[in-house]
């Protein structure tokens, strides 16, 4: 049996594969679980619960040395963080293919996987661990940045300067929220029950600053807000017992949301206990606590519906919360939106969603050259610019040093171009990786998240990122994965990844033309055929051929 041990990407030009593209599935499986990018690394848990990147350490070794002998006629298949076969097949199709967590419907309960999981025959892959694109928590962010800036648009003129935005979640994810709120000028105040995840997010300056006491959060909050002063504020305490203290209090947020891991009830810590006593609970008796932290949520998104009908600007995060409140027994859990339809479909309508690359190298002059890039390519685009420059200024790297920004169909496919040319001629000093998140326009089907309140109905119709997935492999991404339950857990999403290499040669570039352009095209395509004018509009202005693009809805 292999053990736990640190482990951290190779860096510079020497290659241990056969090729680019399997020396960079190697460092981005590495890489996910460098110490400063996976919440947990001992466990291979990357993010989000138990997002993981292998299924134990025996098969992650197998991975590696898989990895280091491929050929470049050959393709590995992952089944659930295990290296189960390779197989032959051609130089432009992908090296891995990976299925994560894939349960057939029926099937498809938590309390099954939970089985599956004990017997050792699946891992859960959340989006971006199990598929080797995690980026620490820099993707979030800008995610976050995205939203709260829409949210801002909407609400507030643009901006949440002097407005108090209340959340919960300091870990891999929720992490990027603090910061997210001072980039966008407001004041936050996050409630988290584990002290070390809190401590990291201030040694990573996300957090500004850290206390235990309510009394005097809140005393800052205020002070802040009357000083129109960016500021975020951490809190050690449980998101369901605060919030419901504050509406007691009757203190009413500005923004009020949430990034406790409600997706997985087995990580969600329930109201009076404190992280010994949920992990001895949780080993000891697995259904009893996942009533208490259904009881929990229950009391949480009562408290969050108490703030919205008070004036508070409520949404949902993306983690399910509402569902699990539902459950047990809030029926009007779902009386607040979702992120997605409230502020970012609009985005999805043009392909636009969460483009992110890795330097290989290591260096990060070579992100500084992309940034550059990236500035070149878009300089009309003024909110891009601010995100690049605040994002240089505010964002330490995590592991490989990477980059994020949302770009839409077409900009993705001359960003990826851009960046090959810049390897090719050596003004970047190793290849790059290109990736994206699951949450994005076309790849995924998730009716709490991603696509809820679809204007056709077809939230739950996960024929998309299928299809999303098959175009991918075909036009040769180097890796490409397809899961069940990242974001908001076992049977609520069926989504897909893909990650390509841009070594500089020409072959690298005609698979990055054709993926990153099949890619986001596959989510305007799902927008037009839901009846979204924006997605149709923009198919027509930009030549995708939609068969049926006047006949849809
Ligand atoms: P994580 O497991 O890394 O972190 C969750 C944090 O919440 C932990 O630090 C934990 O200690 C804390 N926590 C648990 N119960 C709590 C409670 N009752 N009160 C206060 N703190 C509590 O998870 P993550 O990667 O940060 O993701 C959080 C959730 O947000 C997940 O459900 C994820 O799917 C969701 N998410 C949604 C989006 C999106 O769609 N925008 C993006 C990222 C994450």
Redesign the pocket.
Known sequence: MSQARPVRAPRGNQLSCQSWQTEAALRMLMNNLDPEVA?KPDDLIV???RGRAARNWDAFDAIVRALRELENDETLLVQSGKPVGVLKTHADAPRVLIANSNIVPAWATQENFDQYERDGLMMYGQMTAGSWIYIGTQG?LQ?TYETLGALAQKHFGGTLKGKFVLT????????AQPLAVTMNEGVALV????RA?AQRRLETRYLDELTDNLEDAMTRVEEAKKKGEAKSIGLIG???EIFTELVTRGVVPDVVTD?????DPQ???PDGMNMQDAETMRREDAAGYQRRSMQ?MAKHVRAMLAFQKKGAVVFD???NLRQRAFDAGVTDAFDYPG?VPAYIRPLFCEGKGPFRWVALSGDPQDIYRTDEAILELFPDDAHLARWIRLARERVAFQGLPARICWLGYGERARAGLKFNELVARGQISAPIVIGRDH?DSGSVASPR?ETEAMKDGSDAIADWPLLNALVNAVNGATWVSIHHGG??GIGYSIHAGQVIVADGTRDAARRIERVLNSDPATGVLRHADAGYAEARDFARANNINVPMLDESR
Do not use: K
């Open positions: 919440e993010y989000g619960g979030i995610g919960a979640g300091l870990g891999g994810m929720g992490g409630v988290e029950i584990d995840r449980n998101a369901a990034q406790t891991p409600a997706h990580f969600y810590i929990a995060y993306g983690n992120f949450l998240r974001g908001v």
